[in-house]
DNA sequence: CTAAAACCTGACGTTGACGTCAGAGGCAAG
DNA sequence: CTTGCCTCTGACGTCAACGTCAGGTTTTAG
C-alpha cells in the first residue's frame, strides 16, 4: 500500500498513449475532437491522460475497424458505462450488431469467391 | 436452337446493367474508367455491354466490400480468366486472401465485444 | 411528330479518419 | 544555458468510390 495511495496516480501524455495504444498522437488529438477521450489538461496546457485511455484507445480501433463512425463511438460510449444506458442506446448496439454480422457473412462469402478463383488458377496454371 | 444462334446476342444498356446489378449508372461508367469493364459502342456513341457484365458488376461489389481498391480488382481479373495467370498474380490473390482473412477475424472479436457489451447492458439496465 | 426517358461527356462535391506542415512553446539532461 | 525531444494550436491535404449537377444528344412510347 505504498504506491496506490491515491485513485488515480500518474497521468501520462499523449506520445505514450499513442504509443501504447499502436496509433498516432494525431489520432488520439483526432478521438478528442471527435468526443470520445476528454483529458485533463497539465497548467501548460499539455493533456494529460489517466493509464487506462490506452485501452479505450484500442477499443475505439477495433471499432472503428468493424466500420463504425465516430459519432456512433461516441452515443454508444455511455453503454460502456454500467447502469447508464437506455432503450435508444441499446436499440443501436443491436443494429451496430446486426451491420457487422451481415459484414461478416459478405467478407465470408468473398473469401469463398477468392478461393475458387486460386483454385482454379493453381490447377490451371 | 433458335433464339441461341449468334454467341454474343442482344447486348444491353448501361442503365440494364446498373439495375440487374444493383448498382448506380455512375458506379458502372466509374468501373470502366478504372479499366474493369471495356463495353462496345453503339454508333452514336452509347455502351453496350454483353449480358454476364451484370455478373462481372456484382463480382466487383462483392471485392470491393472485401476491402480491395479498383487497382487491385484490375490487376486481378486476368485471373478470372483461365489460363491467364502468372506466379506474380497468383501471389496477389493469396495476399487479398490474407488481409481478407485478417480482417475476417478482427470483425469477429468486434462482434464479440459488442455481444459483451450488449449483455452487461441487458442484465444491468 | 413529340415528349419523356435514357444516355453522353465533363467536372466539381462528398465523406471519414486521419497525414502533414508551420510556427511556437515546454521540459529534462548535460 | 542550450540542445533535443515532446507537445501545442490551427489549417490544409489525402484517398477512394462514387454523388450530383450542367448542358447536350439519342432512343423509345404513344
Redesign the pocket.
Known amino acids: 500500500m505504498a504506491t496506490t495511495d491515491a485513485v488515480d496516480a500518474r497521468p501520462i ?4 498513449v499513442a504509443r501504447d495504444a499502436g ?5 488520439v ?2 478521438y478528442e475532437q ?1 468526443g470520445l477521450l476528454t483529458p485533463r489538461r ?6 494529460l491522460y489517466p493509464r487506462d485511455a490506452v485501452v479505450l484507445v484500442r477499443f ?2 477495433q471499432m ?1 475497424a468493424a466500420g ?4 456512433r463511438i461516441a452515443e454508444l460510449l455511455p453503454c460502456w458505462d454500467i447502469g447508464h444506458t437506455n432503450a435508444e442506446q441499446r436499440a443501436m448496439l443491436r443494429a451496430e450488431r446486426a451491420r457487422i454480422r451481415a459484414k461478416l457473412d459478405d467478407l465470408q462469402a468473398a473469401l469463398d469467391r477468392l478461393d475458387e478463383i486460386i483454385e482454379v488458377t493453381d490447377t490451371h496454371p
Not at 68 to 71: A, E, F, N, V, W
Open positions: 501524455r499523449i506520445g505514450e496509433v498516432s498522437v494525431r489520432a488529438r483526432y471527435e497539465s497548467p501548460s496546457g499539455q493533456r475505439f480501433q472503428y463504425l463512425t465516430s459519432r
